[in-house]
Nanobody, 119 residues
Framework: QVQLVESGGGLVQAGGSLRLSCAAS????????MGWYRQAPGKQRELVAR???????NYADSVKGRFTISRDNVKNTVYLQMNSLKPEDTAVYYCNAAKFQVGSWYDYWGQGTQVTVSS
């Protein structure tokens, strides 16, 4: 039911930058938190960055100081600005929205967008 549409992935050389976008159906105020996860080949999906409905952010240690998550409440869109990219950042990046309803957490996912960083 919830639609999360991602864009902005692509190919970039090490040291370059990309900005990912995630447009959500309806208001992002409907979610307690939104964030970005990534999954590299042979690895589990991991949290990259998250922002709560109160604006509190947290990041994976591996991306602190390089990535920034932000939101536009009017456009119902969450962004991930990625700077100083490294080859180890190569992964499929997924937008996530989380909502707490009737005593349970519900997670919604975008289709994923490929980010490839060459050395």
């Amino acid at each position: 039911q919830v639609q999360l549409v991602e864009s902005g992935g692509g190919l970039v050389q090490a040291g370059g930058s990309l900005r990912l976008s995630c447009a959500a159906s309806g208001s992002i105020f409907s979610f307690n938190a939104m964030g970005w996860y990534r999954q590299a080949p042979g690895k589990q999906r991991e949290l990259v960055a998250r922002i709560s409905s109160l604006g509190v952010t947290n990041y994976a240690d591996s991306v602190k100081g390089r990535f920034t998550i932000s939101r536009d409440n009017v456009k119902n869109t969450v962004y991930l600005q990625m700077n100083s990219l490294k080859p180890e950042d190569t992964a499929v990046y997924y937008c996530n929205a989380a909502k707490f309803q009737v005593g349970s957490w519900y997670d919604y996912w975008g289709q994923g967008t490929q980010v490839t960083v060459s050395s």
